[in-house]
Structures are given as C-alpha cells and as structure tokens.
C-alpha cells in the first residue's frame, strides 16, 4: 500500500513538472518576447534604459535554458515573478482572489452536484411519463448551453425583466446567486449524464435481479444497490470537472464583473501577463493533479475490490 | 492491477458529452459478459434526429450561401434602424448600427462553423495519429505518448487553449487553432483505447495466427474497426469546437468586430441587455439549437455503430 | 413438510401442485416489432419434485423462469396464461404485490455467481438482506442468521466469510451463498436457472449435490433450467423438452430417457456427449496407432511459462514443466478446470507467446528460438480455432474477405485462384456459397464457428489447435460441428489440438489426453486408459463430476440412435 501512495505522489509530481514545462515553453520560452511588446507601447512613456532595467529585473535577456531553471527554482518555492500590468508580485494576486474564487466554484459545485442528483432521481422515478423523458434529456441541453449566454440570459430574466435579483449592489451573497447558477447548469450536466448512464448499465446486472428475486423493492434496489456501484465512476472524473469547474468561474466573474481568478486570467490574456497566466496554469494543473491524486487513493478506500487488490500486491 | 493502469484510463474529457469522460476501468472489469440489453428506446421514426439533420443543413447553407437567405449587407448598418424590436421588416430586430440582426447571424455562420470543422480536423488528425501510434507500436512509445497526453489534460482546456492564443495572438484562425489544439490529447486517448481493444481481440490475433504482418493486420483489422467510434466522437467535437470558439469570441480573442461571429454577436448585444433583449438571446438560441443538433446526429451515428 | 416420494405412480391422488403453469405466452419486442419466445405451455411442479426444464438457447427456458419469479426483462411481456403459485394466479400481479412472494415462497438461484452479487456489499449483508426485506430479522440477529446461513451450504470460516467480498470468494463459494440466500426462508419452490453453467466441473457437482441435499431436508421442489441434458438426466424427477417455445415432451426423467417419443428428444439425447460415454471410433487412429514415435507432430518438453504481476513481485507460473507428444493424424487433448493452463499450453505451441524455458517443436520446427521465417513457415502448419465464433471473425469483412485473408500473406496467388479456393473450402465445411457476400452477424454461433474453421483451413494447414472450439454452441450444432471435425481429420489427415473443459466431449472425440491442473499434467496416455482407470486423484474426480451417470444403461442405446453424422 505504502509503495502505490509512493508511486502514486511521484506520478503526480512528473505531471505536474511537464505542465511546468509545457506552460513554460507556450508562454515565456517563445520569441515573442512579452516584455517588450508591453513596455515598449508608447503609451506607457518609458524610456530605453528604464525597459531594460525591467528587462533585467525579469531576466528576460537570459538564454531559455537557465531561465527555466531560475523559474522553475521561484515556482517551487511559491515566488511566481511579478505580474507586468499591474507591477505587484504574482503571488499576492493570486492570494487576493483565490477566496472569492474559491467561494464561487465550491458553491457552485455543490449547487450541480444537487442538481443532478435532484435529475438522476426524478427520471428513475417510475410513473411519471413524459415529465420523465423531458427531465432526462435536460442534460444533453445543458452542455449545449454556452456557459457566458447563460449568464447574460440569467441577467436579462431574472434582474431586468423580473427585478428578482438586482444587479446594481446587490448584497454579498445575493450577487453570487446567479453566478452560482450559471456555472452549476453546465457542470450539473455531465454528472447527470454520467449518473443516468451508470445508473441504467447497474440495473442490467445480475446482482439486481437477484436483489429483486429477494422481494426488494424497486426504490430499495436503487437506494441500497445501484447507488453506491453507480456514484463510484463518477469520482474519477472529478478533476476533468474541476477543469470546467474553473473555466465556468472565467467565464462568469467575466459576465458578472466579479473579481477573482477569472477575471485575473482574463486581464492577464488582454495583457499578455504571461507571469500571471503561467502562474495559474500551474497552479491549476496542480490542482487537478491533486484532485486526481485524491480520488485514486480514496478510490480504494471506498471499492472494497480495490482494496484487496492493493494489499496483495503491496 | 490492470484497473490502476492511470494510462487505461479513458476519459475524452474536451468532449461536450460527459459520457465520454468516464473511466472506463471500473464497468469493465465487471461487464466480463455483455448482458442482453434490454433498451427499448427503438421509436421507428426520431423526430427529434429529423429535426436535427434540418437545423444543420440550414445551417451549413447559411455558410455556404447567405446572399441566399437574406438581402440586407452584414456590415454596413441602415441609418435610423438603430437598436429596432423584431418586426415584419427585421425579423430579430436590429443592432445599434442599425445592421439587420437576422443577416448578422446568416453571416456569421460561416466564422463559426469554418472555425469549428478546423479546429476539430487538427485534433482529429494529429490526435489520431499519436493514438494509433501509441496503441499499434506499445511499449515505451506508447508510455511516452500517454503520460503526455495526461499532462495536456492537466491542464483546462480553456487555459490550454488562452495560453496558445497569447503565444499566436487573438485571430479567428489562431483561436481555431487553440481549440484544436485542445482536443488532440482526448482524440489521442480515444483512438488508442479502440486501437488496444480492437487488438486484443480474436480476430485480430487470428490475423496475426494466419500470418498476417504487423502492417496488414493494422490496415486490415484495427484501423477500420477503431475508427467507427472516432466518428461519432468527432462529430461531437464539432458542438464543443463551436461552444469553445464562441466562448473565445466572446472574450474577445477571435475574430475581430465588425465580424458577425456569433459570440461576438453576444458580447456586443451585452451592453444593451435592459433594452434590446433579442441582441444576445436569438445568436444564444442559433448556437445553442446547432450545438443541440451536432449532438444529436453523433448520438446517432455512436448508436448505429454499435 | 413431506417429502414426494421420487418416481410417483400415475393415478395415485396427487397433492396440490407447488406451481401450475398453464397456456404460458410470453413475447418480446424489439426493433423488428413483437417475437414470441414462449408459445403457450402448460407444466406443473409438485412438492418437493425437481422438474427439470431442458432446451437449447432460443427455446425459452429462461424466459419461462423469469416469468415465473416475475423478473422478465423490460422489453419482455406475459401476454397470456397463468401462473399459479400454491394455487393463487400470480400471473396479473403488480411487481409491488409480487415483492411480496418473491424470496419468500419462490426463490432463485441464478446463472452467474460471478456477476450475481453486488461487489460493493459484504457476503453476510447480502444475505441478511432477504431477512430483513422480508421482516423476519434486523439487526445482529439477521447477521447472525446469515452466519448460520452460510455454516448450512457449506462455507468454511462462515464468519469470516460474512465480512467477505464477493471478489474475494471464488465462484462456487459464491453460488453456495446465493443458495443461502434462496433457501433462507424455506420458499416451496426454488428456481435454479443454469445454476452451474459458469462453474468447473467439479465445483458443478457439489454445488448440484448441494441443492439436492437442501431440497430432501425442506421439501422444496426446485424447477431446474438446464441446457445440459446430463444434468437434468442426474438430477431430475421430471423432465420437460423445450424446442422454440413450445414443449416437445415431457414426463418421468427415466421414461424419456428411455423411450423419447419426439423426434427432437431422440435427437438431442443422441447428441449430448455426457449421455454418450462409448468408445471412440478408430478409423482414424487406426493407422496412426501403428505409427513410428518418429512420427509426432508435436513435441513439447519441459514448456514453462511465468507471467510477471509487474513490479518486483514472484509472479505466476502459469505452466510447470509440461511435456507431451501428439502423433501425426490423430487428436490429443488437453484437459482441465479454469487456471489449469490449458490456454496457455496452446498458445505457446501455436507461437503466440514464447515459452519462459522449455522445448516445442512442430513439424520438425523448433520454435524455442524461431527466426522470423520460421515462425511465417509455421503459420501455414498450425492454425487455431476459438471458443467464441462472435469474437474471432472481423464484424467488417465478409465471409469472403475472411477466408481469403490468410491467402494474401504467403506467395501471391492469382485473384480468380484465390476465389476457387475460398469457395471449395466453404464447400468443405459445409456450408452453401451465398454465405460469401454475408458478414458474421447474419449467421448463427455454428455457422460463424464453420467460417473460423474454414479461414484455419484455407492454408492447408497440417494442425488444428481447437480452443474450447465447440463449447459456445448448442448441443446439437456441437454434434454437427464435432462430426465435421471428424470428417476433416479423415479426408485431410489433419492433427487435432483439442482443448475443453468438457470431459465427455473429449472422450468423443480425441484419441490421447493430457490432464492440467494447476500447470502442471497429473495424467496423460490414450483416452479409453485415463477414462476407465485414471492413475491420479485429480483425474478420478474430474471423471467422477462429469454428469449423466445415473442412466449408465442408455449408453448403449444411443450408440445406435446416433446413426450417421448430422449436418
């Protein structure tokens, strides 16, 4: 057990690195030298010695080979450089407008997340007829749904045409109402879909026949059999949700005008910030791979057939 | 052990249909007899598919022909038609240069499709080059291929995709790019999961068994019956291309405005949502009814093949 | 509760039947509109009777018994008939009414022990369940209950087997705790659906030994689904013939057994292998009895195989000093339960895999160390047949383009040859030439199992290995299939691997035996030895656990029923 944790850390850790890498070679290794591009904008009135002093304090003038090693030494210990457009350090930004960010998504996930469930159990629900096929093609209209027309129609009915939700000073939790929705519509989507799937592949298996053959209830199949065989799956695509999770909070601090990391990523492409957009690349891979990394050791935990697995080959 | 395997894994996760994304490991291991499946989803006639062919074949027109469905210019605005409701004379109103909204859209068409089908032919191209490599050859190939693979989907697709538009700059080419770029990795995952499954069936080994050589066997056997499922799967990365793009567009990385790209359309509308609603719901609704409608003719195509 | 006695008189007053079944009609709909797989039968069951319900796959036999415990499949359909359960029709009842009586007075043991309990839950929850769905216990009760349970079908360590998973139980332990969970609260009658079909051979017996012991103590009768007529010859009081959905026969096991009346019947008790223990016929071993031993095809010696788990860990081997030789012209055969090795012996001879140590020669050919032209020369030698005709043709190509394929890997032969040879190799098989332009799917499992002997054919081959190659099929296609097999060897002089796991099929067909178990030959020599006086303990068991024993007189009989091959 002790040795898959092991290998299981330092997978994630190589992936991890070549994120770096990859981000690293998209972003800062490439000719077109941001600094530059930036600075050298009349608009900003600097003179030649003053840009190459900032050219220096960037290393910029470096060959790529050690400055990646230098970067990749201020990653590991969290200085992430400074951001060009806004002069602070990289990590402050990020300290500023992860919480919100943070606040935003968790709400949201945990709003798709009921959602969904809320829609894989009224479609099993027997009885109810065409209510039923119409709940059960929700899904497949949500993910065509684009996540920033969404916010906007959100605005346009619930603010504009209904006066439900105010857009101007709403109150702190009030305004993160319809955020919330547009990004757990789209998100509640795929868990749904998945749900609905496994839910319909369990209910072909023997073991419920045979739960039926016990005198069990459709609802007590459901509940006490194909639930947990059904839920499993979908933890391992968590971190592919968590991806979306953070592409909806772009899009809809975008919309909505909220700050966080979003919006700080949509500043760092208008730009070409590219030590803040690197720095939340990273920073994202590295969640994913964390999330990943949590489900896979959970994963056991939670299927006992895994479990044993495990201990016979550790 | 096999179901650990992080590289059996196969989740498509760029792909809009969550069912793509699920790992494949845990059904598999159980499901060792197919059971008789007992689906009773087999209507005669779909309405809804016949429904879907027609959104896209007008859509595809529109590309291909706007001058025929609308005579008003996509550009140039008509002077004192600014910001109209939708009328007899402006079917979805018009803009606040007084440009006929319904043109825009049929205008737009060929921006966002053309944006889409080339994004989705890079990923299908080299995503399925890297898959069949990894799958047919094996071994430290196919370990190196997958764990880059990981790594690409490690990152989410839409800042994969925004740090490509900062290296190439904003464009509606560059922005095809990006999203294409994108979808390499889960095309690449995708093939080769049919490619090493294809292989490890009978007949494939009875190809080899009856002296087939590596080269025949591959062209014969895994290429055509690996590339079925591909094209269900390509067809839906033809919706997610279209939502990306239209979602780059509205940030304002694509094409540039005066282009009636359709998200674009959106952004612009968005200054006048207390006034003039049908500016951002009605390119909403174009995109969302075509992306409905990719959707469903790859549902059918993933159905028919199976 | 009292027990019938076995082999009741006609005309004696019978109690009332435990399930009486009378014009049963079940359809099912699918994409080409209604099909009806039951055809109005009628049956009953008395107390403590087992009936035995005997057919092959389309004959509606199980969807008979889904109907019965009210589990048919969604797409399925009770269009008319009754179904009385200790006299109520239960035939109209809605699920929630029938939860009721399910597990209470008519229970299942079912087809798959592999598949039949949820992985997620532990063995002792399982069976506690049934208790507590139905009230009869909660709580430590119930788990102690399942605990005795357990103790009762014979599980060893019943409490440690409680907290137990399901994977972590092999599959006969795991049909056994289905068992507990049907017969745990004393149901009249027990439906077992194919409830040894996926078990070995000897796992089979017990687990058959098993259901018998339990129905004697309680009395329940048990409607026994069976594709397998010695199982239901063994085991059964009464036996119906299924054909399509309609019944052919049925009344006292040892009548029809001993005197079918339908032509079905006399045919399918003809076919069965396991109702046919007899001497093999010898024109074919004739001449190679008298054969040099310079004339062995194959040569394997000392073969082992160890696959690593991965990692650092021992592995497994797989295969442990196996040695034997098979004469040219005549079938050998490897026997043995699932993990003996069978699988991986053939395929290392058929160069599939290489072997960790040891010596196989084919032909003169030593594939210990093979140059690639070796291996391509031993191509057109040996070919293999698999057990699952779905899965070894391409769905894509047509018959055509399937049996030509190995044509176009050797010496280009000229297309219109090409298309001669297909074609006479088709004829070969028996099979008509308009199967040509068709693809796998429109033919049944016996005609896609010809295609995957002809495309083994096309090459001349010199060897046949047979994985498993008729245990897929039906009896009655196994029978034509093994008589073609027969034929071939005659006409072309062809050498058979035979792999099975069905003895009685083995002792029909091969003329030497190797017997696997755990890697290793615990026995070998010619077929009629291993089977009259098997040397090994192992091999006596296995030979003990093939059913159809308990009518050893019919033997001789239907050596004369099987006139002539049927095609």
């Known amino acids: 057990?002790?040795?898959?944790?092991?290998?299981?850390?330092?997978?994630?850790?190589?992936?991890?690195?070549?994120?770096?890498?990859?981000?690293?070679?998209?972003?800062?290794?490439?000719?077109?030298?941001?600094?530059?591009?930036?600075?050298?904008?009349?608009?900003?009135?600097?003179?030649?010695?003053?840009?190459?002093?900032?050219?220096?304090?960037?290393?910029?003038?470096?060959?790529?080979?050690?400055?990646?090693?230098?970067?990749?030494?201020?990653?590991?210990?969290?200085?992430?450089?400074?951001?060009?457009?806004?002069?602070?350090?990289?990590?402050a930004q990020l300290a500023a407008n992860l919480p919100s960010t943070i606040r935003l998504a968790g709400l949201a996930f945990a709003a798709a997340a009921v959602l969904a469930v809320i829609i894989a159990v009224l479609s099993n629900l027997s009885g109810f007829g065409r209510l039923r096929s119409f709940i059960q093609s929700l899904p497949s209209l949500f993910v065509s749904i684009p996540t920033f027309w969404l916010g906007i129609m959100l605005i346009q009915i619930f603010s504009f045409r209904f006066r439900l939700v105010p857009v101007i000073n709403p109150g702190e939790w009030e305004g993160l109402i319809l955020p919330v929705l547009t990004i757990a519509?789209?998100?509640?989507?795929?868990?749904?879909?998945?749900?609905?799937?496994?839910?319909?592949?369990?209910?072909?298996?023997?073991?419920?026949?045979?739960?039926?053959?016990?005198?069990?209830?459709?609802?007590?199949?459901?509940?006490?059999?194909?639930?947990?065989?059904?839920?499993?799956?979908?933890?391992?695509?968590?971190?592919?949700?968590?991806?979306?999770?953070?592409?909806?909070?772009?899009?809809?601090?975008?919309?909505?005008?909220?700050?966080?990391?979003?919006?700080?990523?949509?500043?760092?492409v208008n730009f070409q910030d590219v030590a803040v957009l690197q720095a939340i690349v990273v920073i994202s891979a590295a969640a994913f791979v964390a999330i990943n990394l949590a489900v896979d050791l959970l994963y056991p935990v939670l299927d006992p057939r895994l479990k044993t697995k495990l201990g016979a080959v550790s | 052990m096999t179901i650990l395997e992080a590289g059996e894994r196969h989740r498509n996760i760029d792909s809009p249909n969550p069912l793509d994304w699920i790992s494949a490991a845990p059904a598999a291991e159980v499901a060792t007899r197919a059971p008789a499946k007992a689906r009773s989803y087999t209507l005669p006639i779909q309405p809804g598919l016949i429904f879907a062919y027609f959104i896209l074949a007008i859509a595809?027109?529109?590309?291909?022909?706007?001058?025929?469905?609308?005579?008003?210019?996509?550009?140039?605005?008509?002077?004192?038609?600014?910001?109209?409701?939708?009328?007899?004379?402006?079917?979805?109103?018009?803009?606040?240069?007084?440009?006929?909204?319904?043109?825009?859209?049929?205008?737009?068409?060929?921006?966002?499709?053309?944006?889409?089908?080339?994004?989705?032919?890079?990923?299908?191209?080299?995503?399925?080059?890297?898959?069949?490599?990894?799958?047919?050859?094996?071994?430290?190939?196919?370990?190196?291929?997958?764990?880059?693979?990981?790594?690409?989907?490690?990152?989410?697709?839409?800042?994969?995709?925004?740090?490509?538009?900062?290296?190439?700059?904003?464009?509606?080419?560059?922005?095809?790019?990006?999203?294409?770029?994108?979808?390499?990795?889960?095309?690449?995952?995708?093939?080769?999961?049919?490619?090493?499954?294809?292989?490890?069936?009978?007949?494939?080994?009875?190809?080899?068994?009856?002296?087939?050589?590596?080269?025949?066997?591959l062209w014969r056997h895994v290429l055509p019956n690996s590339l079925t499922s591909v094209i269900a799967f390509t067809a839906l990365q033809v919706g997610s291309a279209i939502?990306?793009?239209?979602?780059?567009?509205?940030?304002?990385?694509?094409?540039?405005?005066?282009?009636?790209?359709?998200?674009?359309?959106?952004?612009?509308?968005?200054?006048?949502?207390?006034?003039?609603?049908?500016?951002?719901?009605?390119?909403?609704?174009?995109?969302?009814?075509?992306?409905?409608?990719?959707?469903?003719?790859?549902?059918?195509?993933g159905k028919a093949q199976r | 509760m009292t027990i019938s006695p076995v082999g009741r008189l006609e005309g004696t007053v019978l109690p009332a039947p435990?399930?009486?079944?009378?014009?049963?009609?079940?359809?099912?709909?699918?994409?080409?509109?209604?099909?009806?797989?039951?055809?109005?039968?009628?049956?009953?069951?008395?107390?403590?009777?087992?009936?035995?319900?005997?057919?092959?796959?389309?004959?509606?036999?199980?969807?008979?018994?889904?109907?019965?415990?009210?589990?048919?499949?969604?797409?399925?359909?009770?269009?008319?008939?009754?179904?009385?359960?200790?006299q109520q029709d239960i035939a109209g009842w809605p699920q929630k009414r029938l939860d009721g009586i399910r597990g209470s007075v008519v229970s299942l043991v079912p087809q798959d022990p592999g598949n039949s309990l949820n992985p997620v839950k532990t063995i002792g929850r399982q069976v506690a369940e049934i208790l507590i769905i139905h009230g009869k216990a909660s709580g430590?009760?119930?788990?102690?209950?399942?605990?005795?349970?357990?103790?009762?079908?014979?599980?060893?360590?019943?409490?440690?087997?409680?907290?137990?998973?399901?994977?972590?139980l092999s599959g006969g332990m795991k049909q056994r705790v289905l068992i507990a969970i049907a017969i745990a609260l004393k149901p009249s009658l027990i439906i077992a659906d194919e409830p040894t079909s996926a078990l070995d051979v000897t796992v089979q017996k017990h687990i058959l030994?098993?259901?018998?012991?339990?129905?004697?103590?309680?009395?329940?009768?048990?409607?026994?689904?069976?594709?397998?007529?010695?199982?239901?010859?063994?085991?059964?009081?009464?036996?119906?013939?299924?054909?399509?959905?309609?019944?052919?026969?049925?009344?006292?096991?040892?009548?029809?057994?001993?005197?079918?009346?339908?032509?079905?019947?006399?045919?399918?008790?003809?076919?069965?292998?396991?109702?046919?223990?007899?001497?093999?016929?010898?024109?074919?071993?004739?001449?190679?009895?008298?054969?040099?031993?310079?004339?062995?095809?194959?040569?394997?010696?000392g073969l082992v195989q160890d696959f690593s788990l991965g990692g650092k860990d021992k592995g497994l081997r797989a295969l442990d000093d196996v040695s034997f030789r098979v004469r040219r012209g005549t079938t050998h055969a490897l026997v043995g339960e699932s993990g003996s090795g069978k699988t991986t012996t053939i395929r290392t001879v058929a160069a599939l895999q290489k072997p960790t140590s040891g010596k196989v020669i084919v032909d003169g050919l030593d594939l210990s160390a093979p140059p690639r032209e070796t291996l391509r020369l031993l191509r057109k030698k040996i070919q293999l047949?698999?057990?699952?005709?779905?899965?070894?043709?391409?769905?894509?190509?047509?018959?055509?383009?399937?049996?030509?394929?190995?044509?176009?890997?050797?010496?280009?032969?000229?297309?219109?040859?090409?298309?001669?040879?297909?074609?006479?190799?088709?004829?070969?098989?028996?099979?008509?030439?308009?199967?040509?332009?068709?693809?796998?799917?429109?033919?049944?499992?016996?005609?896609?199992?010809?295609?995957?002997?002809?495309?083994?054919?096309?090459?001349?081959?010199?060897?046949?290995?047979?994985?498993?190659?008729?245990?897929?099929?039906?009896?009655?296609?196994?029978?034509?299939?093994?008589?073609?097999?027969?034929?071939?060897?005659?006409?072309?002089?062809?050498?058979?691997?035979?792999?099975?796991?069905?003895?009685?099929?083995?002792?029909?067909i091969s003329d030497t035996v190797s017997v696997l178990n755990g890697g290793k030959i615990v026995e070998s020599g010619a077929v009629e030895d291993v089977f009259e006086r098997p040397q090994s303990h192992y091999a006596r068991e296995l030979i003990d656990a093939i059913p159809g024993k308990k009518y050893p007189s019919l033997a001789g009989q239907s050596l004369s029923t099987h006139s002539g091959n049927i095609r």
């Open chain 1, 1 to 91: 057990m002790a040795r898959y944790i092991v290998s299981r850390v330092g997978q994630a850790l190589l992936v991890l690195w070549a994120a770096f890498t990859i981000s690293f070679v998209l972003l800062q290794a490439m000719p077109g030298d941001a600094v530059l591009i930036k600075f050298q904008n009349p608009e900003y009135g600097l003179s030649a010695e003053q840009i190459a002093d900032i050219r220096a304090a960037y290393d910029a003038d470096g060959s790529v080979l050690p400055q990646y090693v230098h970067t990749i030494g201020n990653f590991v210990t969290g200085d992430f450089g400074y951001s060009l457009q806004a002069g602070v350090a990289v990590s």
């Open chain 1, 185 to 268: 519509v789209p998100i509640s989507a795929p868990m749904a879909q998945i749900l609905l799937r496994n839910i319909d592949e369990v209910l072909t298996r023997p073991f419920v026949s045979v739960a039926r053959a016990k005198g069990a209830s459709h609802a007590f199949v459901l509940w006490q059999h194909v639930a947990k065989n059904a839920f499993l799956p979908v933890l391992t695509v968590a971190g592919v949700l968590f991806g979306e999770l953070l592409a909806g909070a772009v899009i809809t601090e975008t919309v909505f005008g909220l700050n966080g990391i979003g919006s700080l990523t949509e500043q760092a």
């Open chain 2, 60 to 217: 595809l027109l529109w590309a291909v022909a706007p001058g025929l469905f609308t005579s008003y210019d996509p550009v140039q605005g008509l002077p004192g038609q600014q910001l109209k409701a939708p009328s007899a004379l402006h079917f979805l109103g018009t803009d606040a240069l007084g440009r006929d909204l319904y043109t825009r859209l049929v205008y737009g068409a060929v921006h966002s499709l053309t944006g889409a089908l080339a994004a989705v032919v890079i990923g299908l191209f080299a995503g399925t080059a890297l898959g069949v490599i990894a799958g047919s050859i094996g071994g430290w190939v196919d370990e190196i291929i997958m764990r880059v693979v990981d790594v690409l989907l490690s990152i989410p697709a839409l800042l994969l995709s925004l740090s490509i538009i900062i290296l190439l700059g904003f464009g509606t080419v560059n922005a095809a790019i990006a999203v294409g770029f994108t979808s390499i990795a889960s095309f690449a995952r995708l093939v080769r999961s049919e490619v090493v499954s294809v292989r490890r069936s009978e007949y494939v080994e009875a190809a080899f068994g009856s002296g087939g050589t590596f080269f025949k066997v």
């Open chain 2, 243 to 301: 939502l990306q793009l239209s979602t780059l567009g509205f940030l304002g990385y694509g094409a540039p405005p005066p282009t009636p790209e359709w998200g674009l359309l959106i952004a612009e509308g968005r200054n006048y949502i207390a006034t003039a609603w049908w500016l951002t719901a009605a390119p909403g609704i174009v995109a969302v009814l075509v992306v409905l409608s990719v959707n469903r003719v790859s549902q059918a195509i």
């Open chain 3, 18 to 86: 435990v399930l009486d079944v009378s014009g049963l009609t079940i359809s099912y709909r699918d994409q080409n509109g209604t099909r009806t797989a039951v055809h109005g039968i009628d049956f009953s069951v008395a107390p403590g009777e087992v009936v035995a319900l005997v057919g092959e796959s389309g004959s509606g036999k199980s969807s008979t018994a889904q109907a019965i415990i009210g589990l048919l499949p969604e797409n399925g359909r009770l269009e008319s008939g009754s179904i009385r359960l200790n």
């Open chain 3, 140 to 168: 430590a009760v119930a788990d102690a209950r399942a605990i005795e349970l357990l103790e009762r079908v014979g599980l060893n360590q019943p409490a440690l087997r409680a907290k137990q998973y399901p994977h972590e």
């Open chain 3, 209 to 301: 030994d098993l259901i018998d012991e339990l129905r004697r103590e309680t009395g329940t009768a048990v409607l026994l689904v069976t594709h397998d007529l010695g199982v239901a010859a063994d085991r059964s009081d009464r036996l119906i013939v299924l054909k399509q959905g309609k019944i052919q026969e049925q009344g006292r096991t040892a009548d029809i057994l001993a005197n079918p009346q339908s032509a079905y019947t006399q045919r399918l008790l003809a076919d069965a292998p396991s109702l046919n223990i007899r001497q093999r016929r010898v024109a074919a071993v004739a001449t190679a009895s008298q054969g040099e031993a310079s004339d062995d095809i194959i040569i394997v010696e």
């Open chain 3, 385 to 508: 047949v698999y057990q699952n005709p779905f899965g070894s043709l391409d769905p894509r190509q047509t018959i055509a383009a399937i049996v030509e394929e190995p044509l176009l890997n050797f010496e280009p032969v000229p297309r219109a040859k090409r298309a001669e040879i297909v074609a006479s190799t088709i004829e070969k098989v028996g099979l008509p030439l308009d199967v040509l332009q068709r693809r796998p799917h429109a033919l049944s499992g016996g005609q896609r199992q010809r295609v995957a002997i002809a495309r083994a054919l096309v090459l001349d081959p010199q060897i046949l290995i047979l994985d498993e190659a008729v245990s897929a099929l039906d009896v009655t296609v196994q029978a034509q299939i093994l008589a073609l097999l027969d034929t071939l060897q005659r006409d072309l002089g062809l050498t058979y691997l035979f792999v099975s796991h069905d003895l009685a099929v083995v002792r029909q």
